[in-house]
């Protein structure tokens, strides 16, 4: 067996990916993709690679699709740090960087394929909320009491995020954001399966159809409206957030709601909680993510970044609170 063709792909923020054909000499060669612990720079204070790889293990046998995982190994003296190995799935992913509302594939595509690609996501997604976590024995992302005991765990895991990922720049924003969210929880918040990152720049598409669904890292047993209204923000963030027209063609928000009401059986009630958490979330993940440009060198857009960016805009649109001071550059 040889290991060859190595390469890596340009998206992603988080887990280290490369790319790689095996070639097991008798003439049969096959892609795989290999998920590395980050060993620098992370984006996340902790990292167990193994949950990612049970999640998509765990979903092998269910409607969801995700690329079939072949082998896990937590012990870091292998390769410098733990990984899994799953098979590559061919297709095309929508571009985050620049969005897709600006380059790539869907935004190439015609508003029929748009529309067609925005559904079959939306599909996907609620395939995921769809699933009986407790029958899958996905247990292992946690085990809550109950819907309140759920959303108190993820509150608090981003209480601990800041504390983390905080520097010496004042968050206004995101304090105000943090009391809200304590202060203003759902009386009745759901309880499922969370894919926890649910964008379009997460799945894989072939001919317009969803052929895997990425990135679980974030997985977590809790509201599924989470899910929706990360979607939600981040096709924002994708488009108006920096400026740039959203594609003719993509479903809006009610048309959005409503299918995936049809598609669930579930009547979203607190999308506006789960908004303010999405852009909360996103505004922490972008501390570190600015942290990260600097020790490599790479000037932000602004000076004050990671205090004064789309997330910020949305945090304070959404709590009525004054916009930072100053613009950044779209």
């Not at 890596?8 to 590395?36: C, H, I, K, Q, Y």
């Not at 939306?122 to 899958?136: F, N, P």
Request: charged share 20%.
């Amino acid at each position: 067996v040889s290991v060859g063709g190595l390469r890596t792909p340009t998206a992603g923020m988080s887990n280290d990916t490369v790319l790689f054909e095996l070639d097991r000499g008798n003439g049969t060669r096959e892609t795989m993709v290999a998920r590395l612990a980050p060993t620098e720079q992370f984006v996340f204070p902790a990292y167990d690679i193994s949950l990612q790889y049970k999640v998509m293990d765990a979903l092998a046998a269910t409607a969801v699709p995700v690329p079939p995982v072949r082998w896990l190994e937590e012990d870091a003296a292998v390769l410098g740090t733990p990984f899994y190995v799953m098979s590559a799935v061919e297709g095309e992913v929508p571009a985050e960087f620049p969005p897709y509302h600006a380059e790539g594939f869907c935004f190439e595509a015609s508003p029929a394929e748009r529309e067609s690609i925005w559904w079959n996501g939306i599909g996907a997604m609620a395939e995921v909320h769809k699933v009986d976590w407790q029958d899958r024995r996905i247990d292992f992302l946690g085990t809550p009491s109950g819907p309140q005991a759920a959303l108190d765990a993820q509150l608090a895991y981003w209480r601990d995020f800041f504390d983390w990922a905080r520097t010496e720049e004042p968050q206004l924003h995101i304090e105000e954001a943090a009391r809200w969210l304590e202060a203003s929880r759902p009386a009745s918040p759901g309880m499922g399966l969370c894919w926890g990152d649910s964008r379009l720049g997460n799945i894989l598409y072939k001919d317009l159809e969803v052929v895997a669904v990425l990135d679980w890292e974030m997985a977590f047993i809790g509201d599924p409206e989470a899910d929706l209204a990360w979607w939600l923000f981040l096709d924002w963030h994708h488009s108006d957030g920096y400026g740039i027209p959203r594609l003719e063609g993509l479903p809006g928000r009610a048309e959005t709601l409503a299918r995936y009401q049809t598609l669930t059986g579930h009547e979203p009630r607190d999308l506006h909680y789960y908004e303010v958490f999405s852009a909360y979330r996103f505004a922490l993940i972008m501390i570190r993510v600015v942290g990260n440009m600097r020790a490599c060198g790479i000037d932000p857009p602004v000076a004050d970044f990671a205090s004064n960016n789309p997330c910020i805009k949305r945090l304070a649109d959404l709590l009525e609170l004054p916009a930072p001071a100053g613009g950044y550059i779209s």
